[in-house]
């Protein structure tokens, strides 16, 4: 074990320690007894986080034939309850009402657990729901750093639980199709993937010292992260752009599009290496997070790239939220969740791909089955694609401000491609049409960092310090334990 690892492992057991003698706060730690759900028996669902995302979860799972929501789990009372009275008329039933997922989790007539928090409380949620033996539906990005997506693995592996990431891509036919279209060869061999997000998103106002609205839990609400000031206008939502919540928007639209690219390349793990590259650029504000960032992944003879442009942008070959495959006959354009297009070398059109599915009927198919390969995004997919968006903010969060010349000369010296040379010329005409002007603009130029994807950790130059920051420091009692605790 590493000098690193073994301190965590000290950190993190006596911070559990800690968290088990606290009184009155009950962490789940033994999975209940399997129950055994017949195909008519109707699957009792907790929903935790229904501001937002979250009430995607309620119609995927209230008023359905067989699922029946029995619990909201809110740290904001006001949305919560009023939530309760929503789902009442859509199921008939009104379910119960709590801020702690902790009461909810001692309840054992609840099947399923379906996680809309915000990001730093994804894997917290899911391992403490698998402990108490319950089947997760958690979104993207299933975790707020790489350890923690590795964790929950682990935890639903060890306790037999199913685990679906809320990656919808994958449930959906024309997804489906087009990557079954590349790997069938269709598009001869394919080396690179790229990722858009070119998605506008506005300044979001000065930072500042705010409060938390009336009815929220702002002890709860922080969690694992630290509890500290409130700098950000909009309590909901925005929090997206602040390192300790969130993971900007790699890994908030990002995800979705990231594990499309991974997954048609066939890839299988975190990688050999990432650089990542980028800034906040157009505006000043509350934001942390990179709003226009490239980050190019190293899978020796394949290479993934992803491109976050938050400020007005034209999509390319027709994408802006989508995925571009390039093989050596041709490439194929996913420009939504479910609908693309395959082309060949000279810009022809030679297969469509437009078809839907339900992400939540084949997590409630694998449930009944209890058969982990019958889910379209088994846990193990959505960690590695949210781990290489966490891998892309750890080079650029480790990184340097550099005029966009040094930038050119670095990803030279880096033996940078012609497909990235390609990308840092667009990205940079991509600025300069938003008025950003580069002769005096800084670009956050990051570290290139070597991976062993088997055990997922840094390695060779720069590794000691990228290591940090595969997890954090949690703060009692809202621990993620550690894999042999899990």
């Given amino acids: 074990m590493s000098k690193f690892n073994r301190r965590r492992f000290l950190e993190d057991s006596m911070l559990a320690a800690a968290a088990a003698s606290s009184v009155g706060l009950v962490t789940p730690v033994l999975a209940q007894e399997e129950k055994a759900a017949g195909p008519n028996d109707k699957l009792s669902v907790a929903i935790i986080g229904v501001k937002g995302r979250g009430m995607d979860h309620v119609g995927g799972f209230a008023g359905k034939a067989g699922t029946e929501v029995t619990y909201v789990v809110d740290v904001d009372e006001n949305i919560g309850r009023a939530r309760c009275e929503e789902i009442a008329k859509k199921q008939g039933r009104k379910p119960e009402f709590v801020t702690d997922l902790r009461k909810m989790l001692e309840d054992k007539s609840v099947d399923i657990v379906s996680i809309a928090t915000p990001n730093h409380w994804h894997a917290l949620a899911a391992i403490w729901a698998i402990q108490a033996g319950k089947d ?19 935890a639903a592996r060890k306790h037999n639980k199913i685990c679906q990431t809320g990656t919808q891509c994958r449930s959906m036919g024309g997804s489906i199709e087009a990557v079954n279209f590349i790997k069938s060869g269709k598009i001869g061999e394919v080396k690179l993937a790229r990722g858009l997000c070119y998605k506008g998103r506005g300044s979001i106002g000065p930072k500042g010292t705010y409060e938390a609205p009336k009815g929220v839990d702002y002890d709860l609400w922080c969690g694992p992260a630290p509890k500290s000031p409130i700098t950000r206008k909009q309590f909901h939502y925005d929090w997206h752009w602040q390192w300790d919540f969130g993971n900007g928007d790699l890994g908030n639209q990002g995800i979705h599009q990231m594990d499309v690219a991974r997954w048609g390349l066939g890839v299988n793990d975190i990688g050999r290496g990432v650089l990542s590259y980028g800034g906040r650029f157009g505006y000043e504000d509350a934001g942390e997070t990179a709003n ?31 995925v571009i495959f390039y093989g050596s006959d041709g490439y194929v354009v996913m420009t939504s969740y479910n609908s693309g297009a395959a082309f060949d070398l000279k810009g022809n059109e030679i297969a469509k791909f437009n078809a839907g599915g339900n992400h939540y009927e084949n997590f409630v198919k694998a449930v009944r089955s209890r058969k982990s390969t019958d889910l379209a995004a088994d846990i193990q997919e959505g960690h590695l694609s949210s781990a290489l968006c966490h891998l892309g903010n750890i080079s650029y969060r480790l990184g340097e401000q550099l005029s966009a ?27 300069e049409a938003n008025k950003v002007a580069l002769d005096s603009a800084k670009i956050q130029f990051g570290l290139q960092l070597a991976i062993d ?22 703060r009692a009692p809202f621990v993620v334990p550690t894999a042999d605790k899990v």
Avoid at 298 to 314: P, Q, S
Avoid at 405 to 431: C, I, N
Avoid at 453 to 474: H, I, Q, W
Wanted: net charge neutral; hydrophobic share 35%; aromatic share 6%.
């Fill in 136 to 154: 997760v539906y958690v979104e993207k990005p299933v975790s707020h750093n790489v350890s923690e997506g590795r964790r929950i693995v682990e």
């Fill in 405 to 431: 010349g040094a930038v050119q000369e670095r990803l030279k010296a880096a033996k940078g491609s012609d497909d990235t040379m390609e990308t840092l010329e667009r990205f940079s005409k991509h600025l």
């Fill in 453 to 474: 994807g088997a055990r997922e950790t840094f390695v060779g130059p720069n590794a000691e310090k990228a290591n940090v920051m595969l997890t954090r420091e949690y």
């Fill in 292 to 322: 226009t960032q490239v980050s190019i992944h190293d899978y020796g003879d394949k290479t993934l790239v992803f491109e976050v442009r938050g400020l007005k942008t034209e999509g390319l070959k027709g994408a802006n939220v989508g």
